[in-house]
């Protein structure tokens, strides 16, 4: 499998890059959904994608590539094809982790507005939302928070933090969400409400932000992804 064909290409195969032609292909599996700039991609995400697979019982994990992030600086943003092909790098051992511009093809930036139209287009796919720990701290920012947590279950892999903040952050201050802390894999339950929080493999002390400081710091990217 070609996995780095255009965007408008759909290929018939189990882990094809999702096309909005083709939502057929990824009918009745369970996808994890790793949103981010990726910039640049390392080995963190990796490893946090594949303990979510592990943790609840995923089929694949889309790494959705933004175009843009409304946090960071459009002059620090490397461009959308040079960011999908370090994803790809990483992750060429596994075909499980799949690279896909879906919200180039959407016209999305938001992540309200990217599990809005997702769960239109793929009405038959079970999606899961992945993060690190960090992002529960910072998610009363993003766009429709709330909304967001009514419409999809999430996943936070853990990564350093400060001590007692998974037990105080947004996520543990909402009503109706069910709190559940793996140490093992289970057949997760798919359904929004639910939060997961994954603490059973060894944390990864890396950050795409600590990666940029490096490469501006040395003037050199020789390293490319950590």
């Known amino acids: 499998m070609d996995r780095r ?7 018939p195969t189990m882990f094809s890059p999702p096309h909005l032609r083709s939502p057929f292909l990824w009918s009745h599996m369970r996808v994890g959904l790793l949103g981010g700039s990726f910039n640049p ?3 963190g995400h990796v490893h946090a994608a594949e303990v979510a697979m592990k943790y609840l019982n995923l089929d694949a994990v889309w790494w959705v590539v933004s175009t843009g992030n409304p946090f960071k600086r459009e002059q620090d943003l490397l461009p959308l094809t040079t960011r999908m092909d370090q994803c790809r ?4 051992h596994n075909p499980r982790h799949v690279i896909t511009d879906i919200e180039s093809q959407m016209g ?3 992540t309200f507005d990217t599990i809005s139209q997702l769960k239109q287009h793929f009405p038959k796919t079970e999606f899961i939302w992945l993060a690190g720990t960090d992002i529960a ?11 967001i947590i009514d419409m999809i279950p999430f996943a936070f892999i853990g990564r350093p933090t400060r001590h007692g903040l998974v037990r105080s952050n947004f996520f543990r201050r909402q009503s109706g969400l069910t709190h559940n802390t793996l140490n093992s894999g289970i057949n997760a339950d798919l359904s929004a409400g639910q ?13 795409s932000t600590d990666l940029r400081r490096f490469r501006t710091a040395k003037r050199y990217y020789g390293m490319k992804y950590a």
Do not use: C, M, Q
């Open 5 to 11: 064909a255009p965007s408008d290409t759909i290929i």
């Open 41 to 43: 991609a390392h080995t």
């Open 89 to 92: 790098d990483l992750t060429a």
């Open 108 to 110: 999305t930036v938001r």
């Open 137 to 147: 701290f910072e998610f009363h920012k993003w766009h429709y928070a709330r909304e």
């Open 195 to 207: 939060i997961y929080w994954l603490f059973g493999e060894p944390l990864r002390d890396i950050s």
